[in-house]
């Protein structure tokens, strides 16, 4: 996990000084920066260290997600003020050597599918330096990101990290990878900048509500800019928009009905049964595979009464 790490002017580790779990302008920083500084942050896992390689489902099926998302920081860049915007270029992400993608038990209500898996399910994934490695030989390709980068909002208070914010937050936006250049909305003086989360990788659309969650190292550069105003999170990038980083050959599977949240259940619903039905797995180990590297993309509203979502796998991760 190559990148640009010239004058790297801070670290922040993982220790739990530099850790919190809502988003709360009342935190005191961690770190004060001025504009054009890097940062290079430790984030732990998703989980704050529930599960680790030696975890099962067992264990995985008993995490509580009160709270969750550690997050480092806050980090205040010096001059930030209401208004302005955070530029956030990020550079680096290393990851840690292993990674996971699960589902927790149907009854918690969380992931896509909920209703479709009543148990819980995990794999462990074994990272090797840009590929991580699943079952039958499968390997997707890796190319990081924070599932979670934001600044504190103006609303005073603690704010649960789970839904994404106009501020930004856990956005589970999988093209924000080294070379991206993030802008967010500054709400209160110094910014107070943090994030976490990351993913070694991810389907758009994250389905059974976990991507390939690591542990890992960000390194980030930022500036402000005085001269413009946004009401929430936007990014530069280049990708990869497929997981090779080049066209490569797809099968998809559509999901039509008058409701979008249930075309995408069915757009997904129909690819596990193709991966079941036509690569092997079990629909569990489809639901991991379909979560860190199959694609959900809108591909028609405007036909009413029914919406087109459409599921696109990579043929690539196989063997």
Known sequence: MTGDTRSVDHRLSDADGNIHNAWDNALDPVLEIEPGETVRFECRDAVDRQVDVESGVEEFAAVSFDPVHPLTGPVHVEGAE????????????????WGY?????GEMGLGLLPEEFPDAGVHIWDLVGDTGHFVNGIEVPL??????????????GEHDTLPPRSVGGNMDVKHMTAGSTVYLPVEVEGALFSTGDCHAAQGDGEVCVTGIEAPMFVTARFDLRKDSTIDQPQFE?????????EDEPMYA????????????????????????????????EAYILCSAAVDLKISEVVDAPNWVVT?????SVFP
């Open 311 to 315: 599921a696109y796998l990579p043929e």
């Open 237 to 245: 990038t280049t990708g990869p928009f497929t997981p090779t980083g």
């Open 82 to 97: 209401p208004g302005d915007v955070l530029v956030v270029e990020l550079l680096e992400f290393q990851h840690k050597g």
């Open 253 to 284: 599977t559509t999901g039509i009905a008058d409701d979008l949240m249930e075309a995408t259940k069915l757009a997904t619903k129909h690819m596990i049964e193709h991966l079941h039905a036509e690569r092997g797995l079990t629909r569990g």
């Open 143 to 156: 190319d990081p990101f924070p599932g979670v980068i934001g600044v504190a909002p103006a609303e005073d």
């Open 101 to 105: 993608t699960g589902f927790l038990p």
